[in-house]
Structure formats: structure tokens, C-alpha cells
């Protein structure tokens, strides 16, 4: 399963560092949530593929709120010239469902 998203890149304010997300959809994460309800690991994560421009890594969502969680990290923010506040457009590919 693959979902597209088009959304703000944010601040996680609760670390000193720059961690920084991108909520997906309500309606995608409400899908992810239903395909994915028996294969989820620590804190509610989902493996996924994620793509944003040129780069392509593995890593996992998260559950919050209203919304599935894209961690960007540094290498991405900066390969692709990301800034905070400004739509980052990409898609996640569930991974590994079943495996534990």
C-alpha cells in the first residue's frame, strides 16, 4: 500500500534538537491504521519506505493525535532543500507487515 502526501513540514519543540515530521493525511492515516492494525511495533509504529524528491530511506511512522507521522531527517531535509512550514510533497510505502 502506498500513500501521497503534501504537507507542512514541522518542529517537534519537545527536543533541544531539530526533529523535524510531516503528519500524513486523516484519511490515509486512518487507512494505514485499519491495514496495518495486527503489524505494528514499538510505540504504534508502522515500517514504511518513504520518498521525497530524489531520496528514498526506510523508517518508521508514528502514531499522534488525528495522524500518522513522517520523521524527515537532516540528510533528507538537506538533499532536498526542505525548509520548516514549507509543503513537502512525497509518498510512503508500507513495508514488512507481518514481520516482527
Known amino acids: 500500500m502506498e500513500f501521497s502526501f ?3 513540514l514541522w ?3 519537545r527536543r533541544r ?3 523535524t ?3 500524513l493525511s486523516e484519511d490515509a492515516s486512518d487507512r494505514i491504521a485499519a491495514a496495518t492494525e495486527r503489524f505494528t511495533h514499538g510505540f504504534g ?3 514504511v519506505e518513504a520518498t521525497v524528491g ?3 530511506w526506510r523508517t518508521s511512522i508514528f502514531p499522534s493525535d488525528d495522524a500518522y507521522i513522517l520523521p524527515i531527517k537532516k540528510a533528507v531535509r538537506e ?3 526542505l525548509e520548516l512550514d514549507a509543503p513537502v510533497v ?3 510505502r508500507l513495508v514488512d507487515l507481518g514481520e516482527r
Do not use: I, M, Q
Open 54 to 56: 530524489g531520496s528514498t
Open 45 to 47: 509504529s508502522v515500517r
Open 17 to 19: 534538537e531539530l526533529w
Open 6 to 8: 503534501s504537507n507542512p
Open 79 to 81: 538533499a532536498e532543500g
Open 21 to 23: 515530521f510531516v503528519s
Open 11 to 13: 518542529r517537534w519543540d
Open 90 to 92: 512525497g509518498k510512503v
